[in-house]
Each structure stands twice: as C-alpha cells, then as structure tokens.
Nanobody, 123 residues
Framework: VHLKESGGGLVRIGDSLRLSCEGS????????MAWFRQAPGREREFLGG????????QYPDSKLDRFSITRDNAKDMVYLDMNDLQPTDTGVYYC?????????????????WGPGTQVTVSS
C-alpha cells in the first residue's frame, strides 16, 4: 500500500483544513488507517484511526473535538478534517496503515506511512 497525504499549508488561527490521504494498492480498502502528527521537537502523536469496515473513527482519550476522521473506500481516500486551528496544531501530518484490523495508537504498529504534509498555523 502506497500512501500520499495532501491538503497541508499555511493557515491562520481559527481556519479549517481538510487533509487527504490517498492510498493505492489492492489491499488499501481492507486496511486500518490512522492519522498522526509530529510537532517540531516532539514525538509523533496519534490523532485517531478507522478500521476498513467501520463507520466511526476511534480517537485517543485526549481527542481533539476539533478533529474528525472519515474514509471513502470507493475512492481509496481517508480524510482528516480540522477546525479552529491553533499554533499548537503546527506540524507534519501523516497517514498510516496497518495490516491488523484493530486501531492502535502506537507508531510502531503501523506498517506503511505517507511522506507527510506540513501544516503551519500562524499566530
């Protein structure tokens, strides 16, 4: 499975963004997908994930109500919608897949990663 994120950029406080993750490969629609982000000088952070057959995404306990994840298997796409962006949301955003069906918050559990897309929120 090959992944490619898009939709990042420079935005202002309070703006919204939709990040997209396009997958290719025969098994994309049957994988578990997740979004992570990595802020400068910090570890990669789990934002949420979605099993291939699930309607609703799973989020960490620290879930940001401003973020939501959806997928469209017919289009081989997964989306991360972000609202009311803040400077603390600045970082590189990655999508990832894992062969197992359960969503995991652990970076090590994911087999494939996209190159990432930069989001910068200016103050």
């Amino acid at each position: 499975v090959h992944l490619k994120e898009s939709g990042g950029g420079l935005v202002r406080i309070g703006d919204s963004l939709r990040l997209s993750c396009e997958g290719s490969g025969d098994t994309f629609a049957r994988t578990t997908m997740a979004w992570f982000r990595q802020a400068p000088g910090r570890e990669r952070e789990f934002l949420g994930g979605l099993r291939w057959s699930a309607i609703n995404a799973q989020y960490p306990d620290s879930k940001l109500d401003r973020f939501s994840i959806t997928r469209d298997n017919a289009k081989d796409m997964v989306y991360l919608d972000m609202n009311d962006l803040q400077p603390t949301d600045t970082g590189v955003y990655y999508c990832a897949t894992r062969a197992r069906s359960a969503v995991s918050p652990s970076v090590q559990e994911y087999d494939n990663w996209g190159p990432g897309t930069q989001v910068t929120v200016s103050s």
